[in-house]
């Protein structure tokens, strides 16, 4: 047992749900795939398979596909389908079958960890709500061990038991811990392999979608999900955007960032395996340290919210100095009132906030630039914060490809409630929360081109994906 002891032993980044060594007589190993959707790079899956190898029994990945994960619409089930083929086929290397059962995950893992007969569960952590309660389900239902991996931060998020205030105050701590965390993650194959997995869903994308009978937003074509896609994104970041990001990652047309969200929200790549791509290439330094901060450090912080903070999906969860500022300036007048249909229909007076609503709702996608200003305008236009927050997380959460993401709810609150910024001077709706206004945000890039791109994809006339439209 004193392998098995080491595997999962005190480690900042193991949480035991449900303590205790594997079963003696289990006869398999079950991960627990939900939010590291990947069959590499996969910390979580490595530890399920380490402690297979070590007690000689198969290992099988358990995934629960449900229908009803809240504010989720067919465009992000196309993305999560299409990337399970590439996990099938990861995993199928290593030796380890992908069980994809239909329904949610705190029904379908406990059932099948017992008719696989496994010995301990391990899965990956996700933050957010609907993640916690299904893995509390979890933890409460099984009779065996269950452990969980944080498999998508690079720094694990137990290094910060409470609420960071804001970038500055985790940005040391991060870069302390990094030369123990920024790692390659070894991956092995599985030694013992199955002579008859329990069965499971055929992995094909449309018999899937066609299964799940979702609707909702409509699906993106040409924005595909999977880590193979991930992969290739990145190699063309570090390529073609990389060595000018520092100075060019405003520029929306086109875009000159990584446009990985989508693919780290599903977990399709792992954000340890993009830093470390990132730090071994060739491109200038202040462009390496400019991208690592957004995707470790702000990405982090985001992670840090979510977990620490039970209002992340509200304006309560905004800092006292933003809600009070807010509220003393609730009955300024506004320029203009626009309903949720209207916003969601991009039908305001103002041409760019139109385009990126547009851009949004056709692409699955809006520029981070532009996401700051689309939030704070939906301040400037609604009776009040509570219900702007409210409006431009669920147009966020339902259009977004990347969205119900901690980055969303960590976005839209420093947008609305001055979360991780500060006081700014004051000014009429705004307060002291920091204002952007039309006339500088249209500076800052050619926005007159901006708004011509998006009614060309509108009208079909471009595609959509940068990738394939230059550069
Ligand atoms: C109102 C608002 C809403 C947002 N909603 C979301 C959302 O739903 N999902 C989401 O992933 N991001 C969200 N963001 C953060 C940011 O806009 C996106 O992460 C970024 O635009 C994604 O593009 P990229 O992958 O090309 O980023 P890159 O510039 O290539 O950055 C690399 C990675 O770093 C992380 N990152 C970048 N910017 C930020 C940031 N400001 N905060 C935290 N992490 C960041 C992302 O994971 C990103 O993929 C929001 C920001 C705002 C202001």
Partial sequence: MDR???????????RAAR???????????????????????NGALNLAVAVGNAMGLPVLVAFGLTADYPGAQRRHYRFLVDGLVDVEDDLRRRGIPLVVRLGSPDAVVPALA??????IVIGDENPVRVGQQWR????????VPFYLVDADVVVPSSHFPTEEYAARTIRPRIHRL?????????????????????????????????????????????????????????????????????????????????????????????????????????????????????????????????????????????????????????????????????????????????AAQLEMVLTGRMHNYLRMYWAKKILEWTPDAETAFS?????????????????????????IGGKHDRPWPERPIFGTVRFMSYESTRRKFDSAAYIA????????GIAHDPDSAGR
């Avoid at 509390?136 to 009779?143: I, K, M, Q, S």
């Avoid at 920024?182 to 069965?199: F, G």
């Avoid at 409006?391 to 947008?415: C, F, H, K, S, T």
């Fill in 4 to 14: 098995l002891e080491r595997l999962l032993g005190p480690h900042p980044r193991l």
């Fill in 19 to 41: 303590p205790g060594l594997p079963e003696p007589g289990g006869r398999s190993v079950v991960y627990w795939m939900q939010r590291a959707q990947r069959g590499v790079d």
């Fill in 114 to 119: 017992r008719e696989a007969g496994a010995a």
């Fill in 136 to 143: 509390d389900r979890v933890a409460r239902e099984l009779r």
């Fill in 178 to 354: 990094l030369g123990e965390y920024l790692r390659p993650i070894p991956d092995h194959p599985a030694r013992v392999k199955w002579d008859e997995p329990p069965a499971g869903e055929a992995i094909d994308p449309d018999r899937l979608m066609e299964a799940l009978r979702v609707g909702g937003v409509a699906e993106v074509s040409g924005y595909r999900g999977g880590s193979r896609e991930a992969k290739r994104r990145l190699r063309q970041f570090i390529e073609h955007r990389l060595p000018r990001y520092a100075e060019e990652r405003n520029e929306p047309t086109p875009y000159s960032t990584s446009e990985l969200s989508a693919h780290l929200h599903f977990g399709q790549i792992s954000p340890i395996a993009i830093a470390l791509a990132v730090s071994r290439s060739e491109a200038p330094r202040e462009d390496i340290d400019a991208y690592l901060e957004e995707l470790i450090v702000r990405r982090e912080l985001s992670v840090n919210f979510v977990a620490r903070n039970r209002d992340h999906d509200r304006l309560a969860g905004c800092p006292d100095w933003a809600r009070r500022t807010l509220a003393a300036h609730a009955g300024d007048p506004r320029p203009a009132i626009y309903s949720a249909r209207q916003l969601e229909a991009a039908e305001t007076h103002d041409p760019l906030w139109n």
């Fill in 391 to 415: 409006i431009a997380l669920d147009l966020n959460d339902r259009y977004e490809m990347d969205g119900r993401d901690p980055n969303g709810y960590a976005g839209v609150a420093w947008a």
């Fill in 453 to 460: 791109r998006v009614e060309a994809i509108r009208r079909g």
